[in-house]
C-alpha cells in the first residue's frame, strides 16, 4: 500500500519522538534537553500539518485515521513520563497525571478496538483536539524547567512566573483529558452499549 503525504508525516512525528527521547535522556549531547524541546514542537505541529493536509486535499484515510492518535499519544506520553521520572513535575502530582492521561487514552483506545470490530473507525472528537493542543503547549514548557534546573539560566521572578503559568495550563490540559474521555465515551455509547 503507498502511503499517502499526511501519512508520512505521521510517521515522521513517531521518528521525531525517538530522537526526541534519545536527546532528552542523554547526558553527554550538550543541551540536550533543549534540543528535545524543539524535537517536541516539531513533532506537535506535525499533528497540525497532517490533518490540515489530509482534510484540504481529500486524503483521509482509515490508515491515517489509526495511526494518527498513535503517533500523537506516543509523543505526548514519551515526554511526560521523562518530566514525570526526573521529577520536574514533583510527586504525588506527575504520577496522577500520568495515570490519568494514560487511563483516559486505554480507556478509549479499548473503544476503538471494539468499533473496528465491526467494521467502524471513530475518528477524534474537537475535546480531544483541544486536550492534545494544551498538551503540545505545555508539556514543551515542563521540558524547558527540566532544562533550565540542568543551566540554571533564569531564576527569580521570571522562573517563579513561568512555573506557575506552565503548570496552570498544565492543570487545564488535566481537565480538557477528563473531560474530553468522558465525552468521547456518552457521544459513542451505542458503540458499546449494543
Keep these: 500500500m503507498k502511503l499517502n503525504l ?20 542523554t547526558d553527554f549531547v550538550p543541551y540536550g534537553k533543549i534540543i528535545a524541546v524543539i524535537l517536541f514542537i516539531i513533532a506537535a505541529c ?7 493536509i489530509a482534510r484540504k486535499y481529500n486524503l483521509v484515510t482509515n490508515l491515517g485515521k489509526l495511526l494518527d492518535p498513535i503517533a500523537d499519544k506516543l509523543l505526548v506520553m514519551s515526554a511526560l513520563v521523562m518530566v514525570v521520572a526526573d521529577g520536574t513535575i514533583p510527586a504525588p502530582y506527575g504520577a496522577l ?28 472528537d474537537k475535546w480531544g483536539k483541544y486536550k492534545t493542543a494544551c498538551l503540545d503547549t505545555t508539556i514543551p514548557m515542563i521540558m524547558a524547567i527540566a532544562f533550565n ?6 531564576s527569580g521572578m521570571w522562573l517563579v512566573g513561568f512555573t506557575i503559568f506552565t503548570y496552570a495550563i498544565f492543570a487545564i490540559a488535566i481537565f480538557l483529558t477528563i473531560y474530553s474521555g468522558a465525552n468521547y465515551l ?5 458503540a458499546y452499549l449494543e
Design 6 to 25: 499526511p501519512n508520512k508525516i505521521t510517521f515522521s512525528r513517531i521518528f521525531l519522538t525517538l530522537v526526541m527521547i534519545f536527546f532528552y535522556l
Design 186 to 190: 456518552i457521544k459513542n455509547k451505542s
Design 97 to 124: 497525571a500520568c495515570i490519568t492521561i494514560i487511563g483516559r487514552d486505554f480507556i478509549i483506545g479499548a473503544l476503538r478496538q471494539v468499533v473496528a470490530a465491526n467494521g467502524k473507525v471513530l475518528a477524534a
Design 46 to 52: 506535525t499533528d497540525f500539518i497532517d490533518g490540515h
Design 149 to 154: 534546573t540542568e543551566y540554571n539560566i533564569v
